[in-house]
């Protein structure tokens, strides 16, 4: 639970001195097609030259491989997961001009999409992470299924990733310039990554209200005038995509070939009536259907 403390705290921006797209997937998956707005692969070729050699290469030195297979792959990966949340600061390249702060300091960019245009989120450097992290997170559930000896280099590979990117918009965006700052803010962000790790799977054991509770603490900040609609398409979401990667194969996953959607393709789901609304409770807190 120290964990997941952790992961509550939101760690403070940067400060500057200045889909899934669907077609049939390459691979059949194991049940059913995942749906349209939620994940797909895109058409990419399982028996293209390239694809061919490098499960060739697999086959004759596994162990030699693997590492070098999963870096390119997870590299594009992330940057999937990145582009969820991606935003821009405009007056980054504008020199002697101010950017833009919100109230608690962070700096102020320019973003578009369903978890600002929608969720009203703030396009900041902190919303940003904590959507790329969720994202990294369901692709870090389908990868705790691969083989045992493979499965703990393809993880360590996504989050050395976000943290290249992580820098590089540091001091692209914000500015940042000396080591020990950006250092300091990737170790907040990597105690960040394990604490929601244990909060998002406490709720997908717990149930949904908790799934809900941890979405909200990370994503939200918390915001007690979120809108619960739009909280619990962000929960149905994290649902219907968990279950379109499960019925993907591992070599669907390792093609690399993956697009997320967003939480608006779950409008209709959330607008559908509970049967436990339905359900009268006692003081013995025993339910009764009404």
């Avoid at 980054?92 to 969720?119: C, F, H, M, N, S």
């Avoid at 020990?180 to 149930?207: C, H, P, T």
């Avoid at 979405?215 to 809108?227: L, P, S, T």
Wanted: proline residues 6%; contains cysteine; hydrophobic residues 40%.
């Amino acid at each position: 639970m120290a964990a997941a403390q952790q992961a509550a705290a939101a760690t403070e921006a940067p400060q500057p001195s200045r889909k899934v797209r669907q077609v049939a997937p390459v691979v059949p998956p194991k049940s059913s097609q995942p749906p349209d707005e939620i994940l797909s692969i895109p058409g990419s070729s399982s028996n293209s030259p390239a694809k061919k050699i490098a499960r060739k290469l697999r086959e004759t030195a596994p162990v030699v491989t693997e590492t070098y297979v999963a870096y390119g792959i997870t590299e594009g990966l992330v940057k999937e997961c990145a582009k969820q949340a991606d935003y821009t600061i405009p007056q980054a390249e504008q020199r002697g001009t101010d950017i833009p702060k919100t109230k608690d300091g962070q700096d102020l960019g320019v973003g578009k999409g369903w978890w600002y245009e929608e969720l009203g989120l703030m396009p900041t450097f902190n919303n940003w992470a904590q959507i790329t992290f969720l994202h990294m997170y369901l692709l870090t559930t389908r990868i705790r299924c691969f083989p045992p000896e493979i499965a703990p280099t393809w993880n360590q590979h996504l989050i050395d990733h976000f943290s290249y990117i992580a820098e590089e918009r540091m001091v692209t965006l914000h500015n940042i310039q000396m080591r020990m700052i950006r250092n300091r803010y990737l170790k907040d962000l990597f105690i960040q990554w394990r604490g929601l790790q244990a909060a998002y799977d406490e709720g997908l054991v717990s149930g949904d209200s908790v799934l809900a509770a941890a979405v909200w603490r990370n994503i939200c900040k918390a915001d007690e005038e979120v809108d619960l609609r739009k909280l619990g398409m962000v929960v149905a979401y994290i649902r219907s995509v968990l279950h379109a990667l499960d019925g993907m194969n591992d070599e669907a996953i390792t093609t690399g070939d993956v697009v997320f959607g967003d939480p608006g393709s779950e409008a209709a789901t959330v607008k559908v009536r509970s049967k436990m609304m339905d359900v009268k409770v006692d003081g013995t807190g025993i339910g009764t259907t009404i």
